[in-house]
């Protein structure tokens, strides 16, 4: 069996620990499915890309929408980061978990009108706005409020992150952004704008990249735009290379932010900007763990089965992107492997966790952890099949706290009125 250990998620005595705290007692406590996030490696995610970028004048903006819990935007609040909101419902999390207006930003496609007043209203620090018809909206909505918009404005770099097309952001055909070709006519005709600060230049070119080079050509784009830009006198005080950073989910070669921060500090430093990040999912997946129980173990005659109590309505990311997670036993102790399909109790085919798996060969009743399920997971979670969203829980050192309780069936139907 492949399995998957580190220093937040190790085995002892063949049991399987979050920090000091071991996993089987939460699934106890608090049943299953049930997420479990280890404190201690966000917070050293976070240091280390502090730390990387030590020498040059930046700031993180954490992509809550990567793990939404408030807890967790609290914490990288906490720690020091700014956040990255997507929406009107991340921006309320955000109030909710006690972070500051002026340490958002405000990003996303195609932000409503309320959203885009939401956010001038309490004085977000940054809006990034992704097509000139937006920019003339907000504009439009600055000057209604009397307002002038703190602006940024996403490029679509045209280059492959060479990453799932579904998480692929800065190619030209991407719904992302506006065309690098026409930047320079934009950016000119934006400040002209009455009601626009003209504040900085963006970019998220995808998630889950694992290769430096992307970023380093996309940056060379956009640091060449800021000194165009600086000829007809429009100077930007900020570029905003967005988030992507790949984790290893299996054997993924990634590189570190160490590397990351040596290949991009030499491209970004021509330029006398501030830097931003906005990294998600580097910040959080390898911190998380789904804890399950296994329902039944069955063999049909093509294949055999582990039917587990977490679904594709806990984690999605196997079923949309035929992502790869680890799923690993709670207890080791068969050392026999079998190959299996890892599927939930949704009616769909397309509900599994993993396919073919070589796993060691677990019974009824057994507890098993989808690994590396800090990221995209629990935000990721539906109600299909009316299937209650699971609880998560924060390990500490040696204690566990639940950070959300597992919903109810009252609150899923809490909106519904019996009309007939
Ligand atoms: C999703 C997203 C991020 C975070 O991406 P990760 O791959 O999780 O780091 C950052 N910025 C924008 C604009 C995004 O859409």
Redesign the pocket.
């Known amino acids: 069996m492949n399995y998957f250990e580190s220093n937040y998620f190790t085995y002892k005595n063949s049991d399987l620990f979050c920090e000091n705290v071991n996993l089987e007692e939460i699934a106890q406590n608090v049943g299953t499915p049930v997420f479990v996030y280890s404190k201690k490696f966000f917070t050293d995610q976070f240091k280390a890309f502090e730390n990387a970028f030590k020498n040059i004048n930046h700031k993180i903006f954490y ?1 809550s ?2 793990n939404y819990n408030i807890n967790v935007i609290r914490l990288f609040n906490q720690l020091g980061a700014g956040i ?1 909101v ?1 929406s009107a419902g991340e921006f309320y999390r955000a109030i909710k978990a006690g972070v500051l207006p002026k340490d958002m930003i405000m ?1 996303g496609v195609g932000k409503t009108d309320e959203e885009i007043k939401l956010s001038l209203e309490n004085n977000v620090s940054l809006i ?1 706005a992704e097509s000139i018809q937006e920019i003339h909206q907000i504009n439009l909505l600055a000057k209604e409020m009397d307002k002038i918009a703190p602006l940024a404005i ?1 490029v679509n770099p045209n280059v492959d992150a060479a990453t799932h097309p579904y ?1 692929s ?1 800065g190619l030209a055909e991407n719904k992302f952004g506006i065309d690098e070709t026409l930047a320079m006519q934009i950016f000119t005709e934006a400040n002209k704008l009455t009601n626009i600060k003209l504040l900085g230049i963006d970019m ?1 070119i ?3 990249i694992t290769k430096i080079q992307p970023f380093v050509d996309a940056i060379s784009k956009l640091v060449s735009i800021v000194e165009k830009l600086k000829e007809v006198n429009i100077n930007l005080t900020h570029i905003d290379v ?4 790949g984790v290893k989910y299996n054997d993924e070669k990634t590189f570190t932010v160490d590397e990351f921060a040596k290949a991009i500090i030499p491209v970004l430093s021509k330029t006398k900007c501030e830097i931003f990040f ?5 910040l959080t997946a390898n911190g998380g763990a789904l804890i399950s129980k296994v329902l039944y173990t069955k063999e049909n005659l093509a294949k055999n089965f582990l039917v587990v109590d977490a679904a594709m309505t806990d984690l999605l990311r196997p079923s949309i992107y035929g992502a790869y997670h680890h799923i690993q036993p709670l207890k080791l102790k068969d050392p026999k492997d079998i190959i299996v399909d890892v599927v939930g109790p949704v009616c769909e085919s397309g509900d599994f966790l993993a396919k073919n798996r070589n796993i060691s060969a677990c019974e009824k009743n057994d507890l098993i952890a989808v690994m590396s399920a800090g ?2 997971g629990m935000v990721m979670a539906s109600n299909y099949n009316a299937r209650r969203k699971p609880a998560e829980v924060l390990v500490d050192g040696d204690t566990f706290r639940i950070i959300r309780e597992r919903e109810t069936f009252e609150q899923q139907i809490q909106n519904e009125k019996i009309v007939i």
């Open positions: 992509a929408k990567a990255d997507n990003t990034k996403r998480i952001t998220h995808g998630s889950q967005g988030g992507g950073l906005e990294p998600g999912r580097f990221a995209y």
